[in-house]
């Protein structure tokens, strides 16, 4: 198999496995799609919902497969060897972190399930201390000046609203 083809299938894999099971295995382990009442009586709730989730859906998917395009894939066994600064992470340092938990609160409001927005608020503070204390030193070293131009440019969990650029 080509090194394009396994890049591309390591990434398909991961995606699954991931996101695939923090956004969609355990959300169903946790309601089994059973929905509930609007949380707090909010009848728009579950419209923000099929928002949230109509809006991560793609970001999650575009971003990781522009990470199969730079030659890598998201896992952190099999990196890319330069760091991914285009689409959607102009916005946002961790926009598949972020589509992540857009999907699960997506749901949570969909469903109206306090638990699942629970279990998204826990995702979350699982998400911030890996990226604090593994991902951001990591990419610190492996990448000193590109990586310093990018974290002062571009917010690590709220969207910018213009992109950054590196000129």
């Known amino acids: 198999m080509s090194q394009h083809r396994s890049t591309f299938a390591g990434t398909a894999l991961f995606l699954v496995l991931a996101p695939g099971t923090v956004a969609g295995l355990i959300p169903w382990m946790l309601t089994g799609w059973e929905h509930r009442p609007p949380l707090l009586g909010l009848t728009l709730l579950p419209a923000a919902g099929w928002l949230l989730i109509a809006l991560g859906l793609p970001i999650l998917l575009e ?36 589509a992540v938990l857009a999907l699960i609160a997506g749901q949570a409001l969909v469903l109206g399930n ?53 000129r």
């Open 114 to 166: 306090v638990l699942l927005l629970s279990y998204g608020a826990l995702i979350w503070f699982a998400f911030h201390l890996f990226v604090t204390l593994y991902e951001e030193p990591k990419l610190h070293r492996q990448f000193p000046e590109d990586y310093a131009a990018f974290f002062a440019g571009v917010p690590r969990w709220l969207p910018r609203l213009t992109p950054w650029s590196t």
């Open 63 to 98: 971003s990781f497969l522009r990470f199969a395009r730079h030659g890598g894939t998201p896992a952190p066994i099999y990196p890319t060897d330069r760091l991914v600064v285009t689409g959607f992470y102009r916005y946002v340092r961790n926009p598949m972190y972020a």
